[in-house]
């Protein structure tokens, strides 16, 4: 049977500080991950993703194993493509979308060595017959596109995902606007929630819990199991078993993550596993209202974003009181606490405030199968190979 494997190219293989732990099928873009995106488009499987070598252990349920090569017939979906989520012709030779291949179905066996390092584009890749076709959808460009996407993206995304789903009355709750809310069985909205529906739909997913006093600004995505809590959250993708309470506005949570006090969170993108101490806070805007400049593998950037927070990867842990400025880059598995980080903090680094560390693999991990555990998530020792190479694959800022 046909099945999708997901292709890194160089490109997203930069994409930090998400790249280290992860493969970009697995980062959430609009309200699904990019994986779930290319499933739905396609409605196929996803059987493997190639991806750089830290990632060959790379464990996390739902998520595919990493293949070296690609057999014929096979269909290789980059993952910097976000698809719409609409059905396509899942009978096509080639999936186009300005003017570039965001996906193919072999006509030829990829070998490792064509794939390592990403370089090879799909639009140099021997298709199997068959029509080329356009398919909609987003690029992500660079690893803060999906912040500079995520409020189209969400407008897009919901009325689909809301089909099926009961529609909230406008006499349960506090509602302003004319955008629905819709919301899946198993889901609890607690008296006293304000809807306000202006600009967007909600759509509040099973198991997740929306407290009183909150108030929702759409359009917004709360994914299972999730607990938002008081004060204004906006215009955000809530990925699974997360905790927002205190001030949240445009921003990713991949799933897995808390912050569970005061401190207000904006354009941010937090991986899994992030946990942020009481009143940490965010920076979104410069003091100047220039555009943010951010750290990456190729040098410090101009983003051209006037509103940009941080971008928190895998296991990131901030302490209380740690303010964080504008455009900042906090490695995975990176602890920071005390005073104010620099803009970039490397993966794996203690910072206290007053000095630099590297935190110790072994000490890391213990505390990730605790963190995991809590969650009943177990961290395999398929998942703890991938993040000892990781550990040593940690780039410097």
């Not at 809301?162 to 529609?167: E, K, P, S, T, V």
């Amino acid at each position: 049977m046909t099945a999708i494997v997901l292709y890194d190219d160089d490109r997203a293989r930069k994409f930090e500080p998400f790249a280290l732990t992860r493969p970009a099928g697995e980062l959430r873009a609009g309200a699904l991950l990019i994986r779930e995106r290319w499933t739905r488009a396609l409605g196929l499987t996803a059987s493997g993703f190639v991806g750089a070598p830290h990632l060959a252990s790379f464990d996390e349920a739902g998520a595919p194993a990493a293949v070296d090569g690609v057999a014929r017939g096979a269909v290789v979906a980059n993952t910097r493509f976000a698809p719409a989520l609409l059905p396509a012709n899942a009978d096509a030779a080639r999936w186009l979308a300005d003017g570039k291949v965001a996906a193919v179905r072999l006509g030829e066996d990829l070998m490792p060595d064509r794939l390592r390092g990403g370089k090879l584009a799909l639009d140099d890749v021997r298709a199997a017959a068959g029509p080329d076709v356009e398919i909609p959808g987003w690029w992500l460009d660079e690893v803060w596109s999906p912040l500079i996407l995520l409020n189209a993206m969400l407008a897009d995304d919901l009325p689909r995902l809301a089909i099926g789903l009961r529609r909230m009355g406008r006499d349960e709750g506090i509602v302003l606007g004319d955008h629905g809310i819709f919301v899946e069985d198993g889901a609890i909205v607690e008296p006293q929630v304000c809807f306000d529906m202006k600009l967007g739909p909600v759509v509040i997913c099973s198991g997740a819990t929306i407290q009183a006093f909150t108030r929702l600004v759409g359009p917004c995505y709360v994914g299972e199991g999730s607990v938002v809590s008081t004060d204004r959250v906006s215009g955000s993708a809530i990925g699974p078993y997360s905790r927002i309470h205190g001030e949240c506005s445009a921003t990713i949570l991949l799933g897995y993550s808390n912050k569970g006090h005061n401190g207000f969170l904006g354009h941010s993108y937090l991986g899994r596993w992030v946990n942020l101490g009481a009143e940490t806070v965010t920076s979104n805007l410069k003091n100047t209202y220039h555009s943010v400049s951010m750290w990456t593998p190729d040098g410090m950037r101009d983003t051209n974003m006037q509103f940009l927070g941080t971008l928190f990867g895998d296991h990131v842990k901030t302490g209380i009181n740690v303010p964080i400025t504008t455009g900042t880059v906090l490695g995975a598995g990176a602890n920071v606490m005390g005073a104010m980080p620099a803009k970039v903090v490397p993966p794996f680094a203690w910072c206290d405030g007053k000095s630099v560390k590297t935190y110790e693999l072994d000490r890391f991990l213990e505390v990730a199968d605790r963190v995991m555990a809590r969650r009943s998530v177990v961290l395999s020792e398929r998942g703890r190979a991938q993040l000892a190479a990781a550990h040593a694959a940690r780039w410097k800022a």
